[in-house]
């Protein structure tokens, strides 16, 4: 893995920015934690992506793949590049541009 992003799933929907920063920063230093909130609601929508330092402490951190918090098994994977999707990755489906 060559980059220092990951995606965070099936957290909590009380886990906050800080306790994320404290779970994955005993791997390295953490530049930026990104909790995904609904905007309608204000509550988590259950995942984050977490950019870290060096891409080897993104890749130490996959250890805590299927590892727990408050209850829930962590998915911990390293994130998608963006490819255009709200949430990265291929759009998939059909296109704007395709007819029915």
């Known amino acids: 893995?060559?980059?220092?992003?990951?995606?965070?799933?099936?957290?909590?929907?009380?886990?906050?920015?800080?306790?994320?920063?404290?779970?994955?920063?005993?791997?390295?230093?953490?530049?930026?934690?990104?909790?995904?909130?609904?905007?309608?609601?204000?509550?988590s929508k259950g995942f984050a992506f977490i950019t870290f330092e060096t891409a080897e402490s993104a890749q130490s951190s996959l250890a805590l793949d299927n590892t727990e918090l408050n209850g829930r098994k962590l998915r911990v994977n390293p994130a998608k590049e963006d490819g255009g999707s709200r949430f990265g990755g291929s759009r998939g489906g059909r296109s704007r541009d395709d007819r029915w």
Do not use: C, H, W
């Not at 005993?26 to 609601?41: A, M, P, R, S, Y």
């Open 1 to 43: 893995m060559s980059q220092s992003k990951i995606y965070v799933g099936n957290l909590p929907y009380s886990a906050t920015e800080q306790e994320l920063t404290e779970q994955f920063g005993k791997f390295g230093q953490i530049k930026q934690v990104n909790l995904i909130i609904d905007k309608e609601t204000g509550r």
